[in-house]
């Protein structure tokens, strides 16, 4: 008996369903480090550095607290100036697909015809790649101003935050706590 006329469904094997729950997984993990954005937006945290060895301790201070919302922020940032520049966001979006595949959210070694590709191989032929594509698609200055941009905006933003309010380690924050005050 033919089946003509139906559609023929595969069956997603276990090695799919495994590597979209791992990139869940690592997604989970990556956005479990982002600081809630009203602590980040406390306008009561606001003032000036006193100084300038103020003001390197509070880049240092929130960068490290801080460091996954403003990588959202600069990735916002970039995606909003390839809006403009359809193409670019296109080859952008696969790009970051495929960095997500080879680089990011791979567990074992990549072997290609039976050889074995080292991590900075992968991250050195996927960086030229980029690059090319970038330059290819004619939006280089675009990126690179919105990058400068993004960078600016996280700049003052860890200029102008107060760190006395921000516990990095949470081991130390309860101990903090529950230190016997003297």
């Given at each position: ?10 069956s ?17 993990e ?23 060895s ?5 880049i240092?201070?929130?960068?490290s ?16 100036s ?5 193409i670019s ?47 290819f ?7 690179l101003?919105?990058l ?8 003052i ?22 230190a016997?005050?003297?």
């Open positions: 008996m033919t089946n003509y006329g139906t559609i023929p469904t595969s997603s094997g276990p090695g799919n369903v495994e590597f979209i729950s791992r990139a869940k997984d690592v997604l989970k990556g956005l479990a480090a982002r600081r809630p954005w009203k602590e980040m937006f406390n306008f009561h945290s606001f003032n000036l550095p006193s100084g300038v103020d003001a390197i301790s509070r240092k201070t929130n960068i607290f801080f460091q996954t919302n403003y990588a959202i922020i600069v990735l916002v940032i970039v995606f909003l390839l809006l403009w520049h359809p966001l296109i080859i952008f979006i696969v790009l970051m697909a495929v960095w997500l595949f080879l680089y990011f959210l791979r567990d074992e070694p990549l072997v290609i015809f039976g050889r074995l590709i080292s991590d900075l191989v992968v991250l050195i032929v996927l960086s030229v790649l980029s690059l090319a594509l970038l330059l698609t004619g939006a280089t200055s675009n990126v101003i919105s400068a941009v993004g960078v600016f905006v996280v700049l933003h860890t200029l102008i935050r107060k760190t006395d309010d921000l516990f990095l380690d949470e081991e130390a924050a309860g101990f903090l706590r529950s016997p005050s003297s």
